[in-house]
């Protein structure tokens, strides 16, 4: 069992010590690919942070189940949406917010910047997101993504794309397998 195990070295290139994820059994059937990242600061969709999302989107593709992102994106959701709408529609993850300050720097304006992509397929289990006020950290504000537990009635249905017929067609029926006369 691998649950709560986490997976390093992830982030390869401008991503890596990046990225980090694990999985976690429970919550949801079959449990779920829980990954953590930081995008690079004051960059915006910057090529290096495009190249994060890249990696996660591989890791959420070659896992091919439920999943959730939990990160400092360095920018307001709406901004990610805006920017990166193309990312969340091609792994399929939408955004969950508090809508409450994540961020308070010493100096500047206090934002959010810390929120959860998750996968569209259990989005319907997300009851809330929270700003965990009891844990005094600076400057970045803890964020909780509160689930209601999914069991093994309530099925989910994944589309997957059909994979792609050969290029070249088969040259007539496959012949019958010689049987020897006795």
Known sequence: DNSGVALAGLGKGVAA??????WVEGGVRGGVLCISAYLWTREGLS???VEILAQIGEM?????GPWILGADFNMAPGKFEHEAGWWLEKV???IKATGQTTYRPKQGVNSERDYFVVDVNIEHAVV????VVSLEVTPHRAVRL???PMGANQLVTLLRRPREFPRQRPSGCARMPAVPHL
Do not use: L, S, Y
């Open 17 to 22: 010590g990046r990225i980090v994820a694990t």
């Open 47 to 49: 090529g290096r942070n």
């Open 60 to 64: 959420v593709r070659q896992h091919d």
């Open 92 to 94: 399929g993850g939408c």
């Open 128 to 131: 809330r997101t929270e700003v």
């Open 146 to 148: 509160v689930m209601k």
